[in-house]
């Protein structure tokens, strides 16, 4: 931690998952020593990005790729393009990416990268040509059995296209194995734009099972109208839930008559905010506040890290919150996590709960390998049967090192721990 003093995201990852391990090491003490080597980076890629804009003039961005651990296979994990993303983000969010892999029980490593871009403020050909000079960078260092990168925050399947494009131009074959979220006629996995969304509400429904509690009839606030966000709220809504709130950067919405999905999809669509959307509801009241603060039974952060504070989590608990799920990567937390253990609230952990994102990818890389297109309902059910694994092992593990099955979140990291360093150890000081 000494080397980067700076980079506080990832040393508060890597301080809690050394706490959720503890118990694994006295077990296991063979694993003491990759501890120190998995904290590590194999390799981290930082290359510029030069891009020319409507006008003409020369921008420049930077990029990165993180290759975490291969330790199970190549490395795999998103990436961002966001104003946000630098070094510490990306480091956390790929160490994060080793164990959910690894906890997905598919043979993939972990990896994350992305540029500090805003996608939002370039055309379409102004991002065609940044994906396709951040693509040119990248290419060297991807692969299907290298590394194969998919989409996160601001990087849905036509930017993965376009990246892709490149790349297949670049090295003069397909090799549709390199990149996965791809569009549909390239290739793309059925359901993996869903996978994400879908997958933590299967998570969740898991968890509700174990208190004798469903997602029929419950009342649940999904944070964010994005990718996973919205795929969320449809599942949700598929299992007889009502979404009574929902947020965007710009603010959040409550309706307790239940979100109209369709609507608010068309409407960020069309590059409108959550506010347009209530405007053209009756009964939605908007705020510039968190989503979380009104009642609700489930709570699905689905937008971005650090939505939930200590301050949110009070207001969960005191409104009767039955189970929060992470939708999203480090939306909740760490003091936050702690106020609603304490009130009894049941948690899952992103590592766990919105690993059905990477474990449709993995699919897709099995496709790929084998030429083969499975329809959507295949892979719904071979989603659904990936996260109940991801969930029996960690609350297994929660159980057997942590002494509290409900104990998801270290349960979560011992159970992807251990598949890392049994990997790592059988591979040698590598
Ligand atoms: P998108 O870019 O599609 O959507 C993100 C959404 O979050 C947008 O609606 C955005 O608002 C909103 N948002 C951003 N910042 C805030 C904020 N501070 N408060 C409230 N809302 C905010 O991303 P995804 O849906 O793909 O990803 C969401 C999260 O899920 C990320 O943490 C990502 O890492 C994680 N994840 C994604 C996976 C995937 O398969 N896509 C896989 C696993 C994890 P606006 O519309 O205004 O931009």
Redesign the pocket.
């Known amino acids: 931690l000494r080397r980067d003093p700076h980079q506080a995201f990832f040393h508060a990852d890597v301080r809690a998952m050394l706490r959720s391990i503890g118990p694994v090491l006295t077990e296991h003490p063979e694993y003491t020593d990759v501890v120190g080597r998995l904290c590590e980076p194999e390799r981290i890629i930082a290359f510029r990005v030069p891009w020319t804009d409507d006008a003409g003039h020369v921008r420049v961005n930077r990029g990165f790729r993180v290759q975490f651990n291969s330790a199970l296979g190549p490395y795999k994990g ?1 990436l ?1 393009f ?1 104003p946000t993303v630098d070094l510490d983000v990306l480091k956390f ?1 790929g160490f994060e990416q080793v164990f ?1 892999n690894a906890l997905t029980g598919q043979d993939i490593g972990g990896g994350k990268g992305g540029a500090d871009v805003d996608p ?1 403020t370039l055309s379409p050909a102004e991002l065609m040509r940044f994906c396709q000079s951040f693509a040119t960078e990248l290419a060297s260092h991807v692969g299907a059995a290298v590394d194969v990168p ?7 399947s036509r930017e993965v296209g376009w990246i892709y494009g490149q790349y297949q131009r670049l090295i003069g074959y397909h090799e549709p194995g390199a990149f996965t ?1 791809k569009p549909a006629v390239l290739g793309g996995s059925a359901l ?2 869903e ?3 879908y997958g933590t509400v299967y998570f969740t429904q898991r968890m509700l099972a174990e208190q004798s509690r469903d997602l029929d009839g419950a009342r649940v606030i999904v ?8 795929h969320a709220m449809d599942k949700v809504i598929a299992s007889g839930g009502t979404v009574v709130g929902c ?6 919405v409550a309706e307790p008559d239940g979100v109209d999905v369709d609507l608010l999809r068309e409407v ?1 669509g069309q590059g409108g ?2 506010a347009d959307y209530a405007g053209k509801r009756s009964n939605a009241q908007t705020s510039e506040g ?2 979380f603060t009104q009642e609700c039974d489930v709570a699905l952060p ?6 939930i504070g200590p301050e949110v989590a009070r207001a969960l608990v005191g409104n009767g919150c039955w189970a929060v799920a992470e ?5 909740v937390t760490p003091e936050a996590r702690e106020i609603l253990r304490e009130g009894g609230v049941a948690f899952g952990p ?1 590592k766990a709960a ?5 474990g449709v ?1 993995a699919l897709e890389m099995q496709q790929a390998a084998g030429r083969e297109r499975w329809s959507a309902e295949e892979v719904d059910e071979r989603l659904a049967t990936i996260m109940s694994e991801a969930y029996d092992r960690a609350r297994d593990a929660a159980e057997r090192y942590h002494g509290d099955p409900t104990d998801l979140e270290n349960g979560a990291n011992a159970a992807g721990f251990l598949r890392v360093a049994e990997a790592m150890t059988a591979l040698g000081v590598v």
Do not use: W, Y
């Open positions: 998103g961002r966001a969010l959910k939002k998919a989409g996160d925050m601001g990087v849905g979220g993996r734009p996978a994400t969304g944070s964010g109208s994005g990718n996973v966000a919205l947020s965007d950067s710009r603010g959040s960020k905010s959550v968190s989503a689905c937008a971005t890290q650090n939505e939708g999203a990567n480090g939306p992103g919105n690993a059905g994102g990477v990818s």
